[in-house]
């Protein structure tokens, strides 16, 4: 799994780094909660590991913020604070899980990987659906206010792949390899042609725009 940890004590979040890595996942680092906030708005990862508290901006702020904008990854509070109402606000604020230090690696380990299997399971889903845009997994229809789309097949697994992620920013790298199965980038237009193709059809005659642009970064599936 991808883990983001977001946690100022560097000794503290090099260990976890190195034990996570050792078992099999991979794991980023981020030193305050503003630098954490946005690396887990802008790209895709299974759970965010966060210390509750953080310079430049507390861990609740972190996940809250990440809630407002429709992002669900699973989240592990890290927190010295362990009073039954520490660790109802940190649920209360969007958290899934919280432990409390210090604490064992090998239970962290177990929390974060049922954290990863509940975030996993979305995979099961048949149906995405972003404001009056509906994408059938199974049948492989399109539909926009009960219209019916036509979409070539890369067409359809990128828009699978926008509306799987609705809410967060999806960068060019997640699409090539997620989309395009490229780990490399082949530095063509590749992708600027298909997204060009793919709002034509989502968004041409239709009310308002889904499909967004977000400079430097990449795009975002929203409805306004």
């Given at each position: 799994m991808r883990i983001l940890i977001i946690e100022d004590d560097n000794e503290a979040a090099a260990y976890l780094a190195k034990a996570l890595r050792e078992a099999g996942h991979v794991p980023d680092r981020a030193g305050d909660g503003e630098t954490g906030f946005h690396m887990a708005d802008s790209q895709s990862y299974d759970v965010l590991i966060v210390d509750r508290m953080l310079p430049r901006r507390d861990g609740l702020s972190v996940i809250t913020g990440l809630r407002q904008k429709g992002n669900e990854t699973p989240v592990l509070i890290l927190s010295a604070l362990g009073q039954v109402d520490d660790r109802v606000t940190g649920l209360r604020a969007g958290g899934d899980d919280y432990l409390t230090k210090p604490f064992s690696f090998s239970e962290l380990l177990a929390r974060v990987e049922v954290l990863g299997r509940?975030?996993?399971?979305?995979?099961?889903?048949?149906?995405?659906?972003?404001?009056?845009?509906?994408?059938?997994?199974?049948?492989?229809?399109?539909?926009?206010?009960?219209?019916?789309?036509?979409?070539?097949?890369?067409?359809?697994?990128?828009?699978?792949?926008?509306?799987?992620?609705?809410?967060?920013?999806?960068?060019?790298?997640?699409?090539?390899?997620?989309v395009w199965d490229y780990h490399f980038d082949p530095q063509t237009n590749v992708i600027d042609v298909h997204i060009s193709r793919l709002r034509s059809k989502i968004e041409r005659d239709f009310a308002s725009p889904l499909l967004h642009t977000v400079r430097g970064s990449g795009y975002i599936m929203r409805a306004e």
């Open positions: 509940r975030r996993g399971s979305k995979d099961h889903e048949t149906q995405y659906r972003v404001g009056d845009l509906e994408l059938d997994r199974l049948s492989h229809e399109v539909r926009r206010d009960g219209r019916s789309i036509i979409l070539q097949p890369r067409e359809f697994r990128l828009l699978e792949y926008l509306m799987k992620h609705a809410g967060q920013v999806v960068t060019r790298t997640m699409l090539l390899e997620n």
